[in-house]
Nanobody
Framework: QVQLVESGGGLVQAGGSLRLSCAASGRSLSSYTMGWFRQAPGKEREFIGRIRWTDVLTYYPDSVKCRFTISRDNAKNTMYLQMNSLKPEDTAVYYC????????????WGQGTQVTVSS
């Protein structure tokens, strides 16, 4: 059982930066894969990256490559999403999620944090 809490969202001007945090707690946390997702108004939920607690492999789709970076601090049980060069189209609710392994569905979700990018 894992619990996730996102924070760090807010209002930022286009071209600015934000760092989101996802604090995790629960049993067997080190075995989980962690991911970031976002959902903008009127659009489907979009996967934006993943990382594992036990290795340094990361993955990003083209929409956020070279702008967003996922990292984690195992000692703090926290995953981060560093967002640079933000665009208005990045406006969305951002969620962190967890799954037991890469073969599983994301089964645990945080409540989300709002990111709004003004033009």
């Amino acid at each position: 059982q894992v619990q996730l809490v996102e924070s760090g969202g807010g209002l930022v001007q286009a071209g600015g930066s934000l760092r989101l945090s996802c604090a995790a707690s629960g049993r067997s946390l080190s075995s989980y894969t962690m991911g970031w997702f976002r959902q903008a108004p009127g659009k489907e939920r979009e996967f934006i990256g993943r990382i594992r607690w036990t290795d340094v492999l990361t993955y990003y789709p083209d929409s956020v490559k070279c702008r967003f970076t996922i990292s984690r601090d195992n000692a703090k049980n926290t995953m981060y999403l560093q967002m640079n060069s933000l665009k208005p189209e990045d406006t969305a609710v951002y969620y962190c999620a967890a799954r037991p392994n890469l073969r599983s569905q994301y089964s645990t979700w945080g409540q989300g944090t709002q990111v709004t990018v003004s033009s």
